[in-house]
Structure formats: C-alpha cells, structure tokens
C-alpha cells in the first residue's frame, strides 16, 4: 500500500527531525555560555535570560515531536494531538523569545526569526499531516 509506505517515510524523517529537536535541547541547555559569548553576545544572553518555565517549554515541544513521530509510526492517532501540543510548545517558546528579548533588534528580523520559522513550518506540517492520516483512517 502506497499510503503505508510514505507514512513510514515521512515518519521516519520526522523521527529524526525532532530527536535534532532534543539534540539542540540538551546542547543549549549544557552550553558554555561565557564561550558562546565570545562568538555570539545575543545569543548567549538570551540563553542566560531564559526563565525555566521556557526551558520546560522547550523541552514539552521536543518531547511531544518525538513521541508524535514514534506514534505515527506505530499508526496511532494520538500522534496529532502530540504534534499539536509540541506546535503549541514551540509557539510560546519562539513567541517568547522573539517577543521578549533583544534578538531581533541585535540580529535583524531574518536571521533572529529564520529558523524558528522553518521550525514552526515543520511544526504545522507534521500537524496536518497526522490530522490527514486520521481523517484517512490511516492512523488508529
């Protein structure tokens, strides 16, 4: 079956995406900030800024992408609801760090905004893919 097949692809390609997702996670968290001062001033005081409620956050939308892509992988249905709580995670995260700190104005707009955008885009994407395989009966 065509269906199961790219499932199973894109599945798997969403499987890696997100475990990059806790990848980055666990290296900001641990990350040297005095050294990543040196190379990147606004980054590193963002970092050092960022209350723990958003580092929770963080973690929620790469735990929740994680396990949605492992569900649909398993053809579940509550993949969806998984990739809608990490699409929700990963808007207060970015909105946060957008909104309330200094990155945009230090940075520009396209480099500040760039990749959490094509962030939020794989968030929506996987989102409404795994709401299609509901509505197909793909998922369970």
Do not use: E
Not at 48 to 66: C, F, H, R, S
Not at 74 to 95: E, H, K, P, W
């Amino acid at each position: 079956m065509a269906t199961s097949r790219s499932l199973t692809i894109i599945g798997i390609i969403l499987l890696l995406w997100n475990m990059m997702g806790v990848m980055a996670f666990v290296m900001q968290y641990g990350m040297d900030l005095d050294q990543l001062a040196r190379t990147d001033p606004a980054t590193a005081r963002a970092f050092a800024a960022m209350p723990l409620w958003l580092w929770i956050v963080y973690g929620i939308a790469v735990g929740a992408g994680v396990l949605g892509a492992i569900l649909l992988l398993m053809r579940r249905a509550l993949a969806a609801t998984l990739f809608l709580v990490s699409l929700i995670a990963v808007l207060v995260q970015f909105g946060y760090t957008l909104g309330m700190t200094d990155l945009i104005a230090q940075k520009g707009l396209m480099v500040a905004a760039g990749f959490p955008a094509f962030v939020i885009l794989i968030a929506i994407v996987q989102l409404i893919y795994a709401r299609s395989m509901v509505t197909k009966g793909a998922l369970r």
